[in-house]
């Protein structure tokens, strides 16, 4: 069964609009990885965890192939970064999201890979819900889901705090897993996860959010230790990231939209 909605045809997809799966739509970023990683990580990585999914449960879930841009403000001090406004980011995910629901699904599942897009594609699910009341959306990054959690403590021998890491030993091994000719590790170097717990650049991280430009938190852009990947670990957390997109995507199978009712509209006895 076919699972990469860029390699199916339009009657193939009529069709898949009729079997209940997820469609799962990937949201990556170009843009500086440290010294050693290239720009493509958040995107290549995402669309890894997303296409491994689709590889195991191909009857349950439909792949978009990867949107590789997002909103990388905070990064362009570093060469090669490409940044998308956010008004515009907003309205071309919600777009993509509403010309999946024209063609007959019902349940769609954003799959993040860059932090910086994570509040507007939230508000991305918000918005197609909001137009949409019998369609379930949601909107997630792979790599904050337990499963994939789970798989990355058991590799990694280092304190981390929630998402924080960057160019890390986390998306340094994974990128070796997928490709190693292209990570240059000769020139990877650690960086230490700023200490003051109140500050985080999600909820996941601390009670108090925050984003600067990435040139004033690390001067290399790296924020963790790279130094320590491998693609042996690299591989334990893919499997775990793909493992954790599936659960996701299944539950989103069992869940009902529900029934919406305007109060305004209904009498009350």
Known sequence: MKALWGEMTWPDL?????????????AGSLEGHGPHL???????????????????APDR?????????????????????????????IQFMLDICLSVIHHGFRRLLIVNGHGGNQPALDLV???????????????????????AV?????????????????????ETSLYLALHPSAVEMERAVDYPLPEDATFGFSPEDAP???????????PSGVLGYPTRASAAAGGVMLEGAVRAVIAVADRLRAMESGTRVDHHLRSES
């Not at 009729?18 to 990937?26: A, L, M, N």
């Not at 290239?38 to 195991?56: F, H, I, K, S």
């Open 14 to 26: 009529k069709a898949a609009a009729g079997q209940d799966r997820v469609v799962i739509i990937v």
């Open 150 to 170: 789970a798989a990355e403590e058991r590799v990694r021998d280092h304190p981390m705090r929630g998402s924080m890491g960057h160019a890390d030993f986390a």
């Open 208 to 218: 108090v959010t925050m984003m600067r430009w990435w040139s004033a938190i690390t």
């Open 125 to 147: 699910a918000r918005m197609v819900v909001g137009r949409h009341p019998e369609v379930i959306c949601a909107a997630t990054a792979y790599y904050v889901l337990p499963e």
């Open 38 to 56: 290239p720009v493509d990580t958040d995107a290549r990585l995402a669309e890894a965890a997303c296409r491994g999914a689709a590889a195991a």
């Open 61 to 89: 879930v439909l792949v978009l192939p990867v949107v590789p841009y997002g909103i990388c403000g905070h990064h362009m001090d570093f060469p090669g970064t490409i940044s998308i406004g956010e008004a515009t980011y």
